[in-house]
């Protein structure tokens, strides 16, 4: 919704690395936040980039740059536990708006 | 703490019925946010609570729908009457504030409109 685009669905390998690309509209733009979502559960945080640039959280990093209006999250040594949603969610003047996410599916 | 608390997890009833799922947000945050989410529509913002005053109504989708935070600890999102295109997952989630923090989401509120 409200031009965030994400890819629809993603395939990857357990073990590998996964790029799961968001652009969205900059008006307003405060940040950006991922969160994931497990089949039939609530959606938990993963990160938020205020600034450019690229922040690493263990397996997980994401990326932000204000002025293209993109962002990324990578998501290495794939576990089958990351089968799950991702969801890209601009903050626009102080209001999280969430887009339809990325369903990644992790084969063995 | 128990983390944000809704119910009923699972609702069904049948068209013309009213329907009412409740929200118990973390204790000291401020903002609450009732979202529902489709396959088609994906997660979508309905209202937003700050200090228990609805802020945010724009995405009240119509009359049908009404929400009340009458306290700090307790929010209620009501249908009236319910449609089938009314079913859903309605989540509850609450925050610090309304953009900069993360939000806590409930476990969410499984609607079926017969």
């Known amino acids: 919704g409200q031009n965030i685009d994400q890819p629809t669905e993603m395939t990857a390998t357990e073990g590998a690395i996964v790029q799961i690309n968001c652009t969205y509209q900059?008006?307003?733009?405060?940040?950006l936040f991922w969160y994931q979502q497990h089949a039939g559960e609530a959606p938990t945080f993963l990160s938020y980039?205020?600034?450019?640039g690229l922040e690493e959280k263990g397996r997980f990093s994401s990326f932000l740059s204000r002025s293209k209006g993109y962002s990324y999250l990578l998501l290495k040594e794939l576990q089958m536990k990351d089968s799950a949603s991702y969801l890209c969610?601009?903050?626009?003047?102080?209001?999280?708006?969430f887009g339809k996410g990325t369903r990644l599916h992790i084969l063995p | 703490d128990a983390g944000v608390i809704q119910s009923p997890r699972h609702e069904v009833t049948e068209m013309g019925q009213e329907v009412t799922l409740r929200c118990k947000p973390i204790?000291?945050?401020?903002?609450l946010f009732w979202y529902r989410q489709t396959m088609m529509r994906g997660l979508e913002l309905l209202i937003y609570?700050?200090?228990?005053?609805?802020?945010?109504d724009s995405g009240m989708p119509e009359d049908r729908f009404s929400a009340k935070m009458p306290n700090a600890s307790f929010s209620t999102l009501k249908i009236q009457p319910s449609e089938p295109r009314d079913s859903a997952v309605y989540f509850c989630?609450?925050?610090?504030?309304?953009?900069?923090?993360?939000?806590?989401f409930g476990p969410g509120t499984r609607l079926t409109v017969l």
């Open positions: 900059t008006s307003g733009f405060n940040g």
């Open positions: 969610a601009p903050n626009r003047d102080d209001k999280i708006i």
């Open positions: 204790s000291g945050h401020d903002y």
């Open positions: 609570f700050n200090n228990n005053v609805p802020i945010d």
């Open positions: 989630a609450s925050s610090w504030d309304r953009g900069l923090n993360e939000q806590f």
């Open positions: 980039n205020v600034l450019d």
